[in-house]
């Protein structure tokens, strides 16, 4: 799994990163940075919990 983070769409609240810190980072400029890729198998089900509650939709997965 591959996980893709849309920048100009992201607002910098940080919850991916809480839910799934294997995979997101914050960069400096306060955007969800992907850090994995592919995706670990142990973190694609937080993975997808941080898709799903990214409050923009920012954050896409591909098989
Ligand atoms: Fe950006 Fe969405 Fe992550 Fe919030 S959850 S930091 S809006 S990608």
Redesign the pocket.
């Known amino acids: 799994m591959k996980a893709i983070?849309n920048e100009a769409e992201?607002?910098?609240?940080?919850?991916?990163?809480d839910a799934c810190p294997e995979v997101?980072e914050?960069n400096e400029e306060n955007?969800?940075e992907v850090i994995a890729d592919p995706v670990p198998p142990e973190a694609e089900e937080s993975c997808r919990e941080?898709a799903e509650?990214?409050?923009?939709g920012?954050?896409s997965l591909e098989d």
Not at 10 to 17: F, I, P, R, S, T
Not at 53 to 56: A, R
Request: proline share 5%; aromatic share 4%; glycine share 10%.
């Open positions: 983070v992201c607002v910098g609240c940080g919850l991916c990163v997101f914050m955007i969800a941080a509650n990214c409050p923009t920012a954050i």
